[in-house]
């Protein structure tokens, strides 16, 4: 099973978008997947077509316990054969989450529980450095980093690595980068051309994964609480992250139907 966080502290970055989308057409593919919603947002919970304010149990009900092994009754099917959810509890206060040495590997935990039911699990982090953010990368096989290509986005992209790298480390976790993920791309806007320059300079063509247009259809899918894949299964962001899925699909060698 193969764990992805998508991460990135700086809100707007179009993590929850990529969390959904990406996890949807691995699911398209027939990769059973399942997306781990850490943000009290709910952001990815309601792209999924799932509501929030009605749950009972959430990954935050997991972490606020300490114990994760009731992870299976809190998963909810979707209408999208093969995608799961683990859904957030939203407006979840962290000060709810006991301070516990075992506290940031909740998740890490309750996941290997799964392991045999799912090929591949997708965390939509929070945007904040905070205990959620931590299970998200103690519970991660590898990192992906979503950005916009404006100076002040891209900046932190590097700060933020080695932050998590850090924490990863400090627990003796063993952390890839599967790469950073360009979003809501222009490609005729000079400074966009020039970021995704930069990116290629500091991480190298392999860790710059195929950038993601910029296209009304993907934030009209979110309004009617829908993956792309659902919503406008033609349009450019959904080709855009169709090709994402088949690249990662590759990258972690995870074949078209499944491990099964």
Do not use: W
Not at 91 to 103: G, H, L, S
């Amino acid at each position: 099973m193969k764990v992805i966080a998508v991460a990135n502290k700086k809100g707007g970055s179009g993590k929850s978008t990529s969390a959904v989308n990406l996890a949807a057409f691995l699911a398209h593919q027939g990769i059973r997947t399942l997306v781990v919603d850490l943000d009290a947002q709910a952001h990815a919970t309601i792209g999924c077509g799932i509501k929030p304010r009605k749950l009972k149990d959430t990954v935050h009900h997991l972490m606020a316990s300490l114990d994760g092994s009731g992870i299976a009754q809190c998963i909810r099917t979707t209408e999208i054969e093969h995608l799961s959810i683990l859904p957030a509890q939203q407006e979840f206060d962290v000060t709810q989450i006991p301070r516990d040495p075992k506290a940031p590997l909740v998740l890490h935990d309750a996941l290997e529980l799964l392991e045999g039911q799912f090929d591949a699990v997708v965390i939509d982090s929070p945007p904040s450095l905070d205990l959620p953010m931590y299970n998200a990368v103690l519970a991660a096989d590898s990192l992906l980093i979503p950005f916009q290509p404006g100076f002040l986005n891209y900046d932190g992209v590097g700060q933020m690595l080695r932050v998590l790298f850090k924490a990863a480390a400090k627990y003796r976790h063993q952390l890839e980068l599967l790469g950073v993920l360009p979003v809501m791309v222009n490609a005729s806007a000079r400074m966009h051309r020039q970021i995704l320059k930069q990116a290629l300079e500091q991480f190298g063509k392999a860790r710059v994964l195929s950038p993601i247009r910029r296209d009304i259809k993907l934030e009209e899918a979110f309004m009617h609480h829908q993956p792309i894949v659902s919503y406008a299964p033609y349009s450019g962001g959904a080709l855009c992250y169709k090709k994402l899925a088949q690249s990662v699909a590759i990258k972690l060698n995870i074949p078209a139907g499944g491990l099964v």
